[in-house]
């Protein structure tokens, strides 16, 4: 049975390149609107920065996991790059930007194949860059989504689980919170929710997902370790800080003054985070840690991620330093309660995002970008933004938890997720991979012929 099922995805794989024959999406004709090469190679760069985040993410998770763990938990995020790509390509960006069905869903069949797509006009958001550019450059969003929960449940999940478990989140989480939210039809767009680079369709579906998978995969059998490499775990702080520019400056879609103001946005808002959750636990009489000021700075980021383009920069402060102060104590809960979440990602990328959603209806204003419709945030004396955003945020956490605890229901009776009590121990690097941070004797005993396959 296992050695039948693991044929399904070669089989899958290769239908897309006979459907690459028949469909090649060859370009009918040349777009011939107006197309600025400025915002163009911004774009272009913003795109590459957002995918420089995954390979940050993986030595920000890899450092913190023990270190017999270190290699499968980096491939879990390693692997979002290659399976949600294809997916993307095939269908995946049409289920997210496609013809909206209901203002939740798009019509697969839109862009299949990337149809339509080289010789498209221009996205209405982004008017002035390719549509390519722009499906591009939203693919790197979807990439690094599924690659956050891993944080959750490392240590304990099988590779092929993990990968089917993906699949269906993209396809029945992921793509209709992106649709719904950015999409000019969707339901939250239209309700004037505001999302600037992802703080809901990103760090909420994320987060929600990663507690259900805390609960459902249950605790560790050893569930204390240390990191594993704190230095790669600061490596990974400063990739994503470098890659986050191109998620939130690079979702003006332009080189704008817009684009700049998301930038310095986005830096003060970290920086002011990685301050406050080192002296908040200075606070509480202890130690300033490499640790902690790299999970402050990430919080940070992922704060100011809905907000980055709609808050000034005194605000975008003020944003970072509640979300690490509040973000500090979900963790505290966390650790002297049973949840074994094993690094964080809920009360850091989780509530984080719910923080940074809720004080974006707090101090959006229509100064700082013209494009709000519902009016300024709470803290100028307007009350609706956040109201919708209060209303938005139980919504999408009902939908984004109870959605990912039936996937990994459905998941796990397919295959199951989690590794035996033998494999945990062994560390799943050589139990799921047959690899090890350097060859040896014990690796080259559990698989021999695998080592090098």
Known sequence: MAKAF????????????????????????????????????????????????????AFFYGGMVRKKNVLSTMLQS???????????????????????????????????????????????????????LFAMFQLKFAIITPALITGAFAERIRFISYTLFIILFFIFIYAPLAHATWHPDGILFNLGVLDFAGGTVVHMSAGWAALASALYLK?????????????????????????WFGFNAGSAMGASILATVALATTTTASAAAALAWIFFDALRGRKPTALGTCIGAVVGLVAITPAAGFVTIPHSLAIGVIAAIVSNLVV?????????????????????????MLLTGVFASKAVNPAIELGNGLIFGEYELFLLHV???????????????????????????????????????????????????????????????
């Open 219 to 243: 605790r560790r059998y050893e569930a204390s370790h240390a990191p594993a490499n704190i230095p790669h775990v600061m490596l990974g702080t400063g990739l994503l800080w470098f890659g």
């Open 78 to 132: 390693f692997i979002c790059m290659a399976i949600v790509t294809v997916m993307w390509i095939v269908f995946g960006f049409s289920l997210a930007f496609g013809e909206s069905l209901g203002g939740v869903f798009g019509n697969p069949f839109t862009y299949f194949m990337m149809n339509g797509v080289i010789d498209g006009a221009p996205w209405p958001a982004a008017p002035t860059i390719p549509l390519l």
């Open 391 to 453: 209303a938005t945020l139980v919504g999408v956490s009902g939908f984004a938890f109870g959605g990912s605890w039936v996937l990994l229901k459905v998941t796990d009776l397919i295959t199951p997720l989690r590794v035996s009590r033998e494999e945990e121990i062994i560390g799943l690097d050589i139990s799921q991979h047959n690899e090890t941070l350097e060859y040896t004797e014990k690796a080259q005993h559990v698989a021999p012929k695998a080592v090098y396959s």
């Open 332 to 356: 505290e809960w966390r650790t002297r309660s049973t949840l074994d979440d094993t690094l964080d990602v809920f009360p850091c990328h989780g509530v984080g995002g719910m923080v940074g």
């Open 6 to 57: 693991s044929r399904i995805p070669m089989l899958l794989l290769l239908l897309v390149v006979a459907a690459t024959f028949i469909l090649p999406s060859v370009p009918q004709v040349n777009y011939g609107g107006e197309i600025n090469t400025a915002d163009t190679a911004w774009m272009l760069t913003a795109t590459a920065l957002v995918l420089i985040m995954t390979p940050g993410l």
